[in-house]
């Protein structure tokens, strides 16, 4: 596994397990997207190998700061980072530069440089996105949430506006050729709206008070969406866990009793080995439970409901498992969607069984796993033992 995804890979288990579900906004999938936005103006320019990791890994741990503080997350970040950095034997040179690229994501903070320049830029890419409009929107949730503060309509883009025109800027040729455009398009549709609320005046009050229950609807029904997208991605991504480690195991049982049966096992019938027998039994023994149990935990488990047209027309089915829906005929199955997406309710409850039943999933293979690693564990410190004492018998 490369640098870059290990880097991957841990600030995703330190997020799945210190991020408060509070940030809808600064969390993974932002740190995931601020890293292919990254990506994006490196390729734009003739950067060094050294250079391009250390920009990607910046911006892997650009925001873990927030795992600890709201508050001077950016110096939680760099503490966060250091700490990882020296565990993995990173270069003192590399880990201030990497130090520096997260701290210039701080607005108070100017680039020095090409690679602090794409960072920044990177860190504020969702300012020329087409969906600008949906992170905005996460962002004002994640504000209300955290710091207990709630913005009016025409207060919330008059800050937005404020801050594309006085507060931000990009740094890079690269980002103002790939986002700048669609930035002018944001602001442009920010100052329309503010127009559109002041000229609306005293009538505006009926439709805010509308409007709020809508948006507190469709903040709830967001929040449910990340929340079902998260889970999922975190119960994927936890089930690949699971296999890499059961691999792990197979191959190194597979090792063992690869060479146990092509140098040791052989020797065994002169007379004077047979004082190894008892050892040889318990180390392949101990090696072939463990890939049993290493096998039984990689193997599919997937159950299969049955069901009649009248629990189709009452909405019991999962139509989001293949094991309900791949006995149904397309046109069934497409009336069947249809009606699924026309109820909120009926969508969710089906997320619902999905996790269920992904968690029942994901329950076994761990509990295998751990039983593996427990008879890896003791059958080879019963076959360091059994091979110490035939040896010792023997002499």
């Known amino acids: 596994m490369n640098q870059l995804q290990k880097v991957e890979n841990y600030v995703f288990k330190l997020f799945k397990d210190n991020l408060s579900f509070n940030y809808t906004y600064h969390n993974f999938m932002h740190t995931t997207m601020v890293v292919e936005a990254a990506k994006s103006l490196i390729n734009k320019y003739d950067l060094d190998e050294k250079q391009t990791q250390n920009i990607i890994i910046a911006a892997w741990l650009h925001d873990t700061g927030y795992t600890v503080s709201v508050n001077e997350h950016e110096k939680y970040s760099v503490e966060i980072a250091k700490r990882y950095l020296t565990e993995n034997l990173f270069s003192e040179e590399s880990i201030n530069e990497i130090e520096s690229l997260i701290l210039v994501t701080n607005l108070n903070n100017e680039p020095q440089n090409i690679s602090e320049s794409i960072m920044r830029d990177a860190d504020s890419f969702h300012l020329g996105h087409s969906e600008y409009n949906k992170f905005a929107e996460l962002l004002r949730i994640e504000i209300k949430k955290v710091h207990n503060k709630e913005f009016s309509d025409n207060d919330w883009h008059?800050?937005?506006?404020?801050?594309?025109?006085?507060?931000?800027?990009?740094?890079?040729?690269?980002?103002?050729?790939?986002?700048?455009?669609?930035?002018?398009?944001?602001?442009?549709?920010?100052?329309?709206?503010?127009?559109?609320?002041?000229?609306?005046?005293?009538?505006?009050?009926?439709?805010?008070?509308?409007?709020?229950?809508?948006?507190?609807?469709?903040?709830?029904?967001?929040?449910?969406?990340?929340?079902?997208?998260?889970?999922?991605?975190?119960?994927?991504?936890?089930?690949?866990?699971?296999?890499?480690?059961?691999?792990?195991?197979?191959?190194?049982?597979?090792?063992?009793?690869?060479?146990?049966?092509?140098?040791?096992?052989?020797?065994?019938?002169?007379?004077?080995?047979?004082?190894?027998?008892?050892?040889?039994c318990v180390l392949l023994i101990a090696s072939v439970t463990s890939i049993i149990f290493a096998i039984l935990s990689t193997k599919p488990n997937v159950t299969y409901e049955n069901f009649t047209a009248d629990d189709l027309k009452k909405r019991k089915v999962n139509l989001l498992f293949f094991g309900n829906f791949y006995q149904m005929s397309l046109d069934t199955y497409e009336e069947a969607m249809n009606e699924l997406m026309k109820d909120r309710d009926y969508v969710y409850n089906s997320l619902t069984r999905d996790l269920f039943y992904l968690g029942k999933v994901l329950e076994r293979k761990y509990r295998l796993l751990s039983i593996t690693y427990t008879i890896f564990m003791i059958g080879t410190i019963l076959s360091v033992l059994a091979f110490g004492i035939a040896l010792f018998m023997n002499y």
């Open 158 to 280: 008059q800050e937005n506006r404020d801050f594309f025109i006085n507060q931000h800027r990009y740094y890079t040729d690269a980002a103002k050729e790939l986002w700048q455009n669609q930035k002018d398009i944001n602001l442009i549709a920010i100052q329309s709206k503010i127009n559109e609320i002041e000229l609306v005046g005293e009538s505006i009050n009926k439709y805010e008070l509308k409007k709020k229950k809508y948006d507190k609807i469709q903040q709830m029904d967001r929040g449910v969406d990340t929340l079902f997208r998260v889970t999922l991605n975190n119960h994927t991504r936890l089930s690949d866990i699971a296999d890499s480690k059961a691999n792990i195991l197979l191959s190194v049982n597979a090792i063992i009793i690869s060479i146990a049966l092509s140098t040791l096992i052989p020797k065994l019938s002169a007379p004077k080995n047979e004082y190894l027998i008892i050892p040889s």
